[in-house]
């Protein structure tokens, strides 16, 4: 796996400085953005124990990423309740 890591030196020469990053995918608009997952999961589990992190970096690698095959690919949509992905689920959800 690539890790990517991007800093930006912003240097204002007025009394207003603003730094816009603009990031964009073709997927569809489903529920929010990755960048507010990221956001969520930076203020909600970076400061947690190493265990616990530890723990949540599974989940992730197991719902998320998916490995091997998809999560919960062994049952129907009815059955993954919550973790359903189709379209029109996540529109409910939202």
């Known amino acids: 796996m690539k890790t990517v890591q991007e800093w930006h030196n912003v240097e204002?020469?007025?009394s207003l400085c603003a730094l816009v990053n603009c990031w964009w995918n073709a997927a569809p608009k489903r529920i929010e953005s990755p960048m507010q997952a990221l956001l969520h999961a930076f203020y909600s589990?970076?400061?947690l124990p190493d265990n616990e992190r530890e723990a949540w970096q599974a989940f992730f690698e197991y719902?998320?990423?998916q490995p091997d095959?998809?999560?919960l690919s062994h049952l129907t949509d009815e059955e993954k309740g919550?973790?359903?992905t189709s379209l029109?689920?996540?529109q409910q959800l939202r």
């Open 45 to 47: 589990i970076s400061s």
């Open 82 to 84: 919550l973790f359903q």
């Open 12 to 14: 204002s020469t007025g």
């Open 63 to 65: 719902f998320v990423f």
């Open 69 to 71: 095959e998809p999560a």
């Open 88 to 90: 029109q689920h996540c």
